[in-house]
């Protein structure tokens, strides 16, 4: 049994607005697969044009950074087959910057940091 929970954050390259909720809702798909090849699962996503929210439970035995790297790897060139109209936002086929925010959610009762994690679409940016 584990309980091992991160919030990730994903930015976009330059911080371009390429995100339409449309889009955001096709990388939520994509995120969910790649975590359960994984044997993980995302908890929730949602995010804004320049950047998404993850809330991810995830194996001990899974190095959090090879997931990252899948989780954005794969989510670049899903999204750009699904959604082509975007692939000309950003350029070279790079869609996230190359870094990341994560934090380990063991202390905060995970409904709460689901709670946060929905809710940043509306707490930071009305669109």
């Not at 993850?54 to 950074?65: D, I, W």
């Not at 975007?86 to 009762?109: D, E, H, M, N, Q």
């Not at 409904?111 to 707490?123: A, K, L, S």
């Amino acid at each position: 049994m584990f309980a091992l929970h991160v919030h990730l954050v994903f930015v976009t390259k330059y911080r371009r607005d390429v995100l339409s909720e449309p889009a955001i809702r096709d990388l939520r798909h994509i995120f969910e697969k790649v975590c359960r090849d994984f044997e993980a699962e995302l908890v929730e996503c949602t995010g804004e044009d320049d950047h998404v929210h993850l809330l991810v439970t995830y194996p001990p035995k899974l190095s959090l950074s090879r997931l990252v790297n899948s989780l954005k790897g794969v989510s670049s060139r899903r999204l750009r087959r699904v959604r082509p109209e975007i692939t000309g936002r950003y350029r070279k086929g790079v869609l996230w910057s190359p870094s990341y925010f994560a934090a380990s959610c063991g202390g905060a009762p995970l409904d709460i940091i689901r709670r946060y994690v929905e809710e940043q679409r509306t707490i930071g940016n009305p669109r």
